[in-house]
């Protein structure tokens, strides 16, 4: 469980998580809200690129603020990007291996334990082929692969079905609903696509302005007037 409380961002004069208070249980959690609401930064503050102006975030027990960057990889926090990370001129393994080297996790089998990644993830492709010859939604799965490798306790999901066609983010959900019982990790979604975040996540946290505006049921929540609001302006066009 991640607990969050009264976590607050600012950037000068803007405020992008505004005391932000919310509890992600287990599973793979939906985390919402319209541009600019602060999911990015949320994950930010998670894996130690942004430092909260206050507030405390609690990982099964565990106090993540005060470990620094490259302890949050070895504790087990994995993310991806909204823009794309994956090396184009190294292969399929080679990107997955260089996670698996980040998390330093000693006495496994890292050969092993990538390939099972890319298996996992259902990637159709020679895993020692290079990534630039990869169509957009093979990257992507590249980048999933890196987030499930080896042993991760929170993966952090930005955005992973952006400009991908329907069909790739069925077979995306497929994946991403996997991850807590494969891997154990509790998951964490963004993403603007209500169908991939109803078809994945039983809870979802709304941000609209840095401000946490429900959670709850991912189907209560997305009928919540207040949300309907965030996304559309008014509560009466739906
Ligand atoms: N490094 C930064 N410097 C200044 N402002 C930032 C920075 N990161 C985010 N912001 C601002 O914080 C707000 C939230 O941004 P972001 O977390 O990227 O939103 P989202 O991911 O929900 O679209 C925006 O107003 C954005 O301009
Ligand atoms: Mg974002």
Redo the contacts with the bound molecule.
Sequence with gaps: MIEVSDLTVR??G?T?LDSMSVAFEAGTCGLI??????????F?VLSGF?RPASGTVRAFGDDLLSMVHFRRARWGVRRTF?TEQAIEGLSVFENVALAHEHARLAGRSRRADVLDAISFVGLDADPYGRVRALSAAQRRLVEVARAVVGRPRLVLL?EPAAGLPDEETVSLAEVIRQIPGRTGALTIL?DHDMSLVSACCETTAV?DF?RLIASGPTADVLRDEHVIRAYLGTAEVL
Excluded: E, I
């Design positions: 950037f000068g803007v992008s809200g319209p541009n600019g609401a602060g999911k990015t930064t949320f930010n942004v909204q930005d963004v941000l840095g």
